[in-house]
T-cell receptor
Framework: AQKVTQAQTEISVVEKEDVTLDCVYE???????LFWYKQPPSGELVFLIR??????QNEISGRYSWNFQKSTSSFNFTITASQVVDSAVYFC???????????????FGKGTLLTVNP | GAVVSQHPSRVICKSGTSVKIECRSL??????MFWYRQFPKQSLMLMAT?????????EQGVEKDKFLINHASLTLSTLTVTSAHPEDSSFYIC????????????FGPGTRLTVL
């Protein structure tokens, strides 16, 4: 069975600090996808990134960056120069590809509540 | 593109009544739709997966007679919470994926259900 662990329940930082959110996953499949979502207080999930298991390149998008390490089964997310608007719950999720390449269900971590204080 | 809507966004009902929540893919055909439930300060838990024209597949521990799911068309799935009780109060989120969508799910904005 697949599993996603976000060990940090809550993180509090001061604006402009860098912060890294950890994500460790477990799966028996060799083909899978990893995701990060942001959930602000409004509740709507905001898609941040999707990465397939064959692409270990790190990715940077503005102040966001992701570090995918298959050797440690981790997919960590770093926000550089954090801002108050980054305050939200962040979820890491794992999806295994179903038979025939069909869409398959997501398993979410428990989420990390990030609070960025002015 | 890939917008998913949910209606209503918020509903308050009395214990014992049934509530229907709609999930629509607005600009694509959703071959598969998923229903999640999220209790306060907790993660999203998958309730069921539905494919258009077939019966939904429920996750272990989810009562299919209580949470009725209908995926009647490629753009609409409904979740009906039958005989709702206060413990059913939660945030219900749907997502939709399309054929050949490379495992990507597009999420609706969620429906907050409060049962009095």
């Amino acid at each position: 069975a697949q599993k996603v662990t976000q060990a940090q329940t809550e993180i509090s930082v001061v604006e402009k600090e860098d912060v890294t959110l950890d994500c460790v996953y477990e799966t028996r499949d060799t083909t899978y996808y990893l995701f990060w979502y942001k959930q602000p207080p409004s509740g709507e999930l905001v898609f941040l990134i999707r990465r397939n298991s064959f692409d270990e390149q790190n990715e940077i998008s503005g102040r966001y960056s992701w570090n995918f390490q298959k050797s440690t089964s981790s997919f960590n997310f770093t926000i550089t120069a954090s801002q108050v608007v980054d305050s939200a719950v962040y979820f890491c999720a794992l999806s295994e590809v179903g038979s025939g390449g069909s869409n398959y269900k997501l398993t979410f971590g428990k989420g990390t509540l990030l609070t960025v204080n002015p | 593109g890939a917008v998913v809507s949910q209606h209503p966004s918020r509903v308050i009902c009395k214990s014992g009544t049934s509530v229907k929540i709609e999930c629509r893919s607005l600009d694509f055909q959703a071959t598969t739709m998923f229903w999640y439930r999220q209790f306060p300060k907790q993660s999203l838990m998958l309730m069921a997966t539905s494919n258009e024209g077939s019966k939904a597949t429920y996750e272990q521990g989810v009562e299919k007679d209580k949470f009725l799911i209908n995926h009647a068309s490629l753009t609409l799935s409904t979740l009906t919470v039958t005989s709702a009780h206060p413990e059913d109060s939660s945030f219900y989120i749907c997502s939709a994926s399309r054929a050949g969508g490379h495992n990507e799910q597009f999420f609706g904005p969620g429906t907050r259900l409060t049962v009095l």
